[in-house]
């Protein structure tokens, strides 16, 4: 997982398993956060599209999660103002094909998490070099 700025810069990377839901990922990523800048909102995808996760990050760190409504919910949350800002999600793909970059990242010879976590760090510093 990882969290951009408005550039499409890291501001925080996390791996985890395949198995457990973006959803419950989404606060230990944010602990995670390798830069002192304040984040004011989120925007995910439609699987972030969750009433706990919102209110939880809303009274605990004062971030407003934007993301679409999922097809089968009946109360629509979202409002289309809110929702033009998600049409600047795709910076964080560009963050993940600039960490595509880095041979070592898209084959993942290591073994260990923490050593492969380490890498992505160095990818992310890498990124934030090139950029100041």
Known sequence: ???TDA???PIAIGIASASPHEVTLVEETLDNGFLADAIHR???DKAYDSDAL??????ER???L???????????TQDG???RRYKRRWKVERLFAWLH???RLVIRYERHAENFLGFVHLGCIVILFRHF
């Open 1 to 3: 997982m990882a969290i």
């Open 54 to 59: 919102d209110d939880r990050l809303l009274e």
């Open 101 to 103: 970059n880095f041979r």
């Open 81 to 83: 103002r809110s929702l």
């Open 66 to 76: 934007i993301s679409p409504n999922r097809g089968n919910r009946r109360i629509q």
């Open 42 to 44: 989120l925007i995910g």
């Open 7 to 9: 550039l499409g810069l």
């Open 62 to 64: 004062g971030i407003e």
